[in-house]
T-cell receptor, first 115, second 110 residues
């Protein structure tokens, strides 16, 4: 497995609280991604990064923000968590420098529950 | 927006039977990737197809990319209990992002 870790692995939080999920890679890959996975929806892209301080929105970015101050870290923040953000969150990195043809390697996931 | 449809959603087979999952896109794809996710695990990259009509094999798994580059399939011959999991296809969207199908969940009865 690629060197990708996610923290925390599990979190329960209350509606309205801020939450930050961290993705850390040791592969020095340029591209990093945040997905959420929900039953019946598969994997949906939230945000991605193509370099330090370079990020862009994905398919389901509303309610989420990201930051990448170092190559190895990509943070996902829920400014004010809602129950609809209860999900499993996966971080991924691209295996090649060319994003168009690069396969993605996924972290172990973070299970977030918003009560 | 661009979508990748995958069928069936679920498939239950007896061990030793074959299994096929299909992936269809409304637009031409530059390439298609397949991933497997074991229960409780994370998606793991299996293979990428790039050329029109391409066929690739990995042991009992056969992957095909359609001539029009709008569809793909994954076929598993003689399933084993180790094949259990959800299989996702993912196609490249017009902006370069991967668009995942919703997956086919395979269960294998020993």
């Amino acid at each position: 497995d690629a060197g990708i870790t996610q923290s925390p692995r599990h979190k329960v939080t209350e509606t309205g609280t801020p939450v930050t999920l961290r993705c850390h890679q040791t592969e020095n890959h340029r591209y990093m991604y945040w997905y959420r996975q929900d039953p019946g929806h598969g994997l949906r892209l939230i945000h991605y990064s193509y370099g330090v301080k370079d990020t862009d929105k994905g398919e389901v970015s509303d309610g989420y923000s990201v930051s990448r101050s170092k190559t190895e870290d990509f943070l996902l923040t829920l400014e004010s968590a809602t129950s609809s953000q209860t999900s499993v969150y996966f971080c991924a990195i691209s295996g090649l420098s060319d994003r168009v043809y690069g396969e993605q390697y996924f972290g172990p996931g973070t299970r977030l529950t918003v009560t | 927006g661009q979508q990748v449809m995958q069928i069936p959603q679920y498939q239950h087979v007896q061990e030793g039977e074959d299994f096929t999952t299909y992936c269809n896109s409304s637009t031409t794809l530059s390439n298609i990737q397949w991933y497997k996710q074991r229960p409780g695990g994370h998606p793991v990259f299996l293979i990428q197809l790039v050329k029109s009509g391409e066929v690739k094999k990995q042991k009992r798994l056969t992957f095909q990319f359609g001539e029009a580059k709008k569809n793909s399939s994954l076929h598993i011959t003689a399933t084993q209990t180790t094949d259990v999991g959800t299989y996702f296809c993912a196609g490249r969207g017009s902006q370069g992002n991967l668009i995942f199908g919703k997956g086919t969940k395979l269960s294998v009865k020993p």
